[in-house]
Structure formats: structure tokens, C-alpha cells
């Protein structure tokens, strides 16, 4: 019996290792609850917590309001809400949460995003988790978006829709596109299953990390396009918007 419970032990650890370690390097923290991240980490300037648009919530000069992206292109969202840059360990972290079976990442993670929307007072009806295509949602076995709104539904005490919005066809690979291409290869990948429902709602949509904004955009300009009333966004991480550019 004690070596099926240990054996239990060792299975869970490795599911969810013990909270008392920085969840970005593994180095020792002394108040998990309070900062599950090491000194060392925080010096990285890991938060997205200086000047940002207030639409997109990209990072932007002290005195500015609103991003050149924003001003340049109309988004269909009306805020978007991420805790963290993506960069160095964060991006590695959220790397681990989406391909590597990190889920015991998601708790932490979300708890950032869930501070950063109470701290912006929106108020919204449902959650819907950027959808995964069937195809890629089999070979990783869950959906990150997903635990993410889970996590989110339990703090914000708020409902999760998951089988509202899907992914019916695959995208081809984005990592070289700017926002416009972007926007090309995910037209028509997307479905809402019920259209009625989503009417003079507000929803949050939410997804692991946000590049240029066009996936999000994407699903909040069909879910607009019903007639919801508000699309809030929300990511763990958010790519500063002129390095994406610049390619
Ligand atoms: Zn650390
Ligand atoms: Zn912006």
C-alpha cells in the first residue's frame, strides 16, 4: 500500500511539481503564494506592467496612449489583458505549458491574467478559449487556451464555453507573418456553432500568448460580426509589437 501511494506521489510531482520552486527556473522562492517567482526572474522585467495601449496592451513609450498598430488598423477586440512579456524564461515557460505537457503551469499563469482583468474592471458574460484544430487538439491531448479558461472561469467565477467557437480547418504555420497575412490564413478556419447565442453578450477570449494579435482578432471579429457587444482578449504573454514588424 505505502509503495502504491508513493508511487501515486511520484506520479503527481511529476504531473504538478511542489509549489515552492520558480516556476520559470526552478530556483527556490521563499513565498510561492505570494511570488511564484525567484528574485533572479523578477530582475528580468518578465511583467508587461510599464506604458501600454490601452487597446492591445502592447508596450509603448511613457506619455502614449495608443500603439502606431492600433492607430494604423482597426482590431475587433475592445482590450486585450497580458500579464507578461513574451520573452526568455516566460516564453519558454509557455512553450513547456502548449507542447510539453506543462499543464501545472495554467493555475499560476492565469491567476496574472485574472488579477490584471479585475484590476481593469471589464465585466463580461462567458470565456471562450482560442479553439485548437481536432487534428492538433489529438496530438497534444489538451488544449492550452482551454485549461487557461478553465482556470480563469474558477477565479472569475465566470462560465466556459467550449464547443461555441471551433476550428474547422487548419492554418498553415504563422511564425513568419505579419498581422495582414496572418489575418488571410485564418480567414474561413473558424466557426461559431451557435450564432444567436452569442448575441448582445460580452466575451472573453483567451489564448496562451499573443504575437501579433491576429488570432485573437480573428475569432473576435466573427464573434462581432454576430453582434456580441464586447470582445475582451486575454493572454499570459504579449510580444511587443515592433519586433513582429520589423520582420
Ligand atoms: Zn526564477
Ligand atoms: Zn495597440
Do not use: W
Not at 491574467?113 to 471562450?128: G, H, L, P, S, W
Amino acid at each position: 500500500m505505502k509503495i502504491i501511494t508513493k508511487t501515486k506521489d511520484v506520479i503527481l510531482e511529476a504531473l504538478f511539481p511542489s509549489s515552492i520552486k520558480c516556476i520559470l527556473c526552478g530556483r527556490d522562492v521563499p513565498d510561492f503564494e505570494n511570488s511564484p517567482f525567484c528574485s533572479n526572474c523578477l530582475s528580468e522585467g518578465i511583467f508587461n506592467d510599464a506604458n501600454r495601449c490601452v487597446y492591445c496592451d502592447n508596450p509603448i513609450l511613457d506619455g502614449n496612449k495608443v500603439c502606431d498598430f492600433c492607430k494604423e488598423k482597426h482590431k475587433s477586440f475592445d482590450k486585450a489583458f497580458c500579464p507578461f512579456i513574451y520573452t526568455g524564461k516566460v516564453r519558454s515557460a509557455i512553450l513547456k505549458l502548449k507542447d510539453d505537457n506543462g499543464r501545472y503551469l495554467a493555475p499560476t499563469f492565469a491567476k496574472y491574467m485574472a488579477k490584471r482583468i479585475q484590476d481593469e474592471k471589464v465585466d463580461f458574460d462567458i470565456i471562450i478559449p482560442v479553439p485548437l484544430y481536432k487534428k492538433k487538439l489529438a496530438k497534444r491531448g489538451y488544449n492550452q487556451s482551454e485549461l487557461l479558461s478553465n482556470e480563469l472561469g474558477k477565479l472569475l467565477d465566470k462560465p466556459v464555453c467550449t464547443d461555441l467557437l471551433l476550428k474547422i480547418k487548419e492554418s498553415s504555420a504563422q511564425k513568419n507573418l505579419n498581422f495582414a497575412q496572418r489575418q488571410q490564413n485564418l480567414a474561413g478556419t473558424l466557426s461559431l456553432t451557435d450564432k444567436n447565442f452569442v448575441k448582445d453578450k460580452k466575451i472573453l477570449v483567451v489564448d496562451d500568448v499573443m504575437t501579433t494579435g491576429a488570432t485573437l482578432n480573428a475569432c473576435a471579429s466573427l464573434l462581432k460580426h454576430y453582434h456580441c457587444s464586447a470582445v475582451y482578449v486575454s493572454a499570459i504573454a504579449r510580444n511587443p509589437l515592433e519586433k513582429v514588424d520589423k520582420k
